[in-house]
């Protein structure tokens, strides 16, 4: 049973629009979420994250915003560029140092 | 910024051998690391959980004899894949979280990953 579900596996944008993905989660215990980067033969880079007592954090062109009564969260990239072609995996924690519980990634394709 | 270093990035073995994985936390000490393994098109699933100077806790399914986990010190975990066999290829990583003084969460950070194959 997946606790962290990102129902679209592939996402195509143009560059300079604003690129969406999204993460719905079913374990309301979770406390803290983030959003990696992932390249192919390579271990995944952290984006950014939001903490359950917020509902947006922002960082330059990265924007996640969380929706804790529809257990949803999502990351907007503005403006898109190429170089953000990549796999994008949402994840979630409980509270303490626990791992962390992964989406199955969306592939982001950013076309010039 | 916290940094993770795994090596090997890429392993082929024959059936049977062993494989060891290590990854070292360079910058900051890391009490626990967490072991993943990801298949082609997978999501990271969790394969144990490291804590220095005790036994690993591993996640339902994962046999600890086959995937032996060692954290002998602050900055080192090991994974050794034992008698290896063609299924256990996959791409392993490990992660760690350095802890920022007065923050209450701290993101995880991962190495590179080692692309294991058996043949």
């Known amino acids: 049973d997946q606790q962290v579900k990102q129902n679209s596996p592939s996402l195509s944008v143009q560059e300079g629009r604003i690129s969406i993905l999204n993460c719905d989660y079913t374990?309301?215990?979770?406390?803290?979420f983030l959003w990696y980067k992932k390249y192919p033969a390579e271990g995944p880079t952290f984006l950014i994250s939001?903490?359950?007592?917020?509902d947006k954090n922002e960082d330059g062109r990265f924007t996640v915003f969380l929706n804790k009564s529809a257990k949803h969260l999502s990351l907007h990239i503005v403006p898109s560029q190429p170089g953000d072609s990549a796999v994008y995996f949402c994840a979630a924690r409980w509270p303490g140092n626990t791992p962390l519980v992964f989406g199955k990634g969306t592939r982001l394709s950013v076309i010039a | 910024g916290a940094v993770v270093s795994q090596h090997p990035s890429r392993v082929i073995c024959k059936s049977g051998t062993s494989v060891k994985i290590e990854c070292r936390s360079l910058?900051?000490?890391?009490?626990?690391m967490f072991w993943y393994r990801q298949f082609p098109k997978q999501s990271l699933m969790l394969m144990a959980t490291?804590?220095?100077?005790?036994?690993?806790?591993?996640e339902q399914g994962v046999e600890k004899d086959k995937f032996l986990i060692n954290h002998a010190s602050l900055t080192l975990s090991t994974l050794t894949v034992t008698s290896a066999h063609p299924e256990d290829s996959s791409f392993y990583i490990c992660?760690?979280?350095?802890?920022?003084?007065?923050?209450?969460?701290?993101?995880?950070?991962f190495g590179n990953g080692t692309r294991l194959t058996v043949t």
């Open positions: 910058d900051f000490q890391a009490t626990t």
């Open positions: 374990n309301s215990m979770f406390d803290y």
């Open positions: 490291s804590n220095e100077g005790s036994k690993a806790t591993y």
């Open positions: 992660s760690a979280r350095g802890q920022i003084l007065g923050r209450a969460n701290s993101p995880l950070h």
């Open positions: 939001i903490s359950s007592i917020k």
